[in-house]
């Protein structure tokens, strides 16, 4: 399926787009009559959203749009590319938040010092605000580029998957949780909440831009569940065999806190065939979605699984 | 124009529908095939936001939609009814984070411990971050109870209201200016972002659940700004001549912060004076509206202006 496929290539070229429009995007935003944002946040918000992270969702978002739509031209639809970017602001805004005192306290992120260091905790916590706002208005452009079918399609999708019963869902099971053993399915749910929900809701939001095929939905939504939750298995993985400097965080914090991981659950070699089985969940899905090229799906996941940050 | 209108029994009336709507969407959200929101988060998001709050910008959300589309049937009209529930989700999330230690760092609000006091300040930080999703799942229902055009035009009002350019934004410039003497220009833009984008936002989103004709929308628009500033005037007043059990929140906290306000700016007499001129400019605003029955909304502006707490 992947065969032939130059992921690295085909990333290069995605990457180059998503970088300019979230960078054109997060910026004081023209509002009609009305006002600008202040420096002193979208400085912050910049700071959190640019020149760094692996732009994961992004990607997501712009492989099952092209999937769906049977070429690569996701960076030129304009849904796909506002959604590409809508998702990695929700991302972007959970880390903020994630990092500050009160949740992890973490001073290290992609190599820099957290938003919260560099900012302030105020200013982190309305520059994570004012990043899932931004979220919604990049959904919702005032002219006429996105039919507003599409629009508030895609609007549902990033709510829920941000919510209560998505990624902020997650986080506080998360936080209830840590010094308490979880089972395998409680465990699973967590996940699937606070990562899994937003890497799904980013695959089926691309779709979203060129499909509404029942099958195809549900075949995607299938494989962004997998890939959701491989993510979170091979991050508890590398969370103990990664050091700091590769993973651009700092490592060892899920087992200094007494977090409940995959590795604790089922042991290193447990939970790496059960990452490799998620990948394999993942493609068969995307067999069964009946589209003809999903080559740049199947290589995402890949990725996923074989990090090593 | 306000003859003969009866503002406590029209509010008893939508007050009403608007807390059992609130009480019964601040849930659990049903998402397909997903999840439930965990218990302890929707414990936080329930306490933020029930039992509480004058409802004002709900309030404006029915009271426009009335007026725009002639008679006393917002609460039966769902698009009317969610956009005033998600208004207060987003109200109610920025008063929690705005509570915070790291903000204002406030242990009273409507007479009860803050949510950050009750919940911890990792539960208050997730229950506002999972407000702000909730208002945008509100807003776009997965049925056809609203249109797919209004639900895109509500979610892009309510994004901008919310955002950089609206409260997240004049909160991040209260933040940049508490102990600097701002002028009038630069007070009136703070507050028409922090506290007026959302009260204009609500207006028009009742607005626009009934129409999309660009004079009455401006019109609305005019009285919503006028109302948004009076609101914050007469908010300043009451911080020096109100006490504590009146305002249900800590009364004094601008001055003992040394807060730019109008009060400082323009002195107490001053400040009673530019709100009574609001309140003209907002009657002027419904007057050329054309709108035949502007009551609830002109009651409502008399009330900001008049309020004790």
């Given at each position: 399926m992947t065969a032939g496929f130059d992921l690295p290539r085909w990333m290069e070229t995605q990457l180059a787009v998503v970088e300019d429009a979230l960078s054109a995007w997060v910026v004081s935003p023209a509002v009609p009559g009305g006002h600008v944002a202040p420096e002193n946040l979208?400085?912050?918000?910049?700071?959190?959203?640019?020149?760094?992270?692996?732009?994961?969702?992004?990607?997501?978002?712009?492989?099952?749009?092209?999937?769906?739509?049977?070429?690569?031209?996701?960076?030129?639809?304009?849904?796909?590319?506002?959604s590409a970017c809508a998702v990695e602001l929700i991302h972007a805004y959970s880390l903020v938040h994630d990092d500050m005192p009160c949740m992890d306290n973490d001073v290290l992120r992609r190599g820099k010092p957290t938003v919260h260091v560099q900012f302030g905790e105020a200013g982190a916590l309305l520059a994570g605000d004012a990043l899932q706002?931004?979220?919604f208005e990049l959904l919702t452009p005032l002219d006429d580029s996105v039919p507003s079918a599409v629009q508030a399609r895609l609007c549902s999708l990033l709510a829920r998957a941000a919510g209560s019963a998505g990624m902020a869902g997650g986080q506080a099971i998360d936080?209830?949780?840590?010094?308490?053993?979880?089972?395998?399915?409680?465990?699973?749910?967590?996940?699937?909440?606070?990562?899994?929900?937003?890497l799904k809701g980013s695959v089926l939001m691309g779709a979203h831009c060129a499909t509404s095929d029942a099958a195809v939905?549900?075949?995607?939504?299938a494989y962004g569940e997998a890939i959701g939750l491989a993510f979170q298995v091979v991050d508890d993985i590398l969370d103990v065999t990664a050091d700091s400097a590769t993973l651009g965080k700092t490592a060892g914090k899920d087992a200094d806190n007494d977090k409940p991981t995959y590795v604790s659950l089922m042991g290193l070699a447990g939970s790496q065939q059960y990452a490799k089985d998620l990948l394999a969940r993942a493609l068969q899905a995307l067999n069964q979605s009946g589209?003809?090229?999903?080559?740049?799906?199947?290589?995402?996941?890949?990725?996923?699984?074989?990090?090593s940050h």
């Open positions: 979208v400085s912050a918000m910049r700071y959190a959203v640019l020149d760094g992270g692996k732009r994961l969702r992004p990607l997501l978002v712009l492989a099952a749009y092209e999937a769906v739509h049977g070429d690569e031209t996701a960076s030129g639809c304009v849904g796909a590319l506002r706002a931004l979220a936080l209830a949780s840590v010094g308490i053993r979880l089972d395998e399915a409680q465990l699973r749910t967590m996940h699937q909440l606070k990562t899994g929900a937003l939905l549900a075949a995607l939504a589209l003809p090229d999903t080559a740049a799906l199947a290589a995402l996941a890949s990725m996923v699984v074989n990090r």
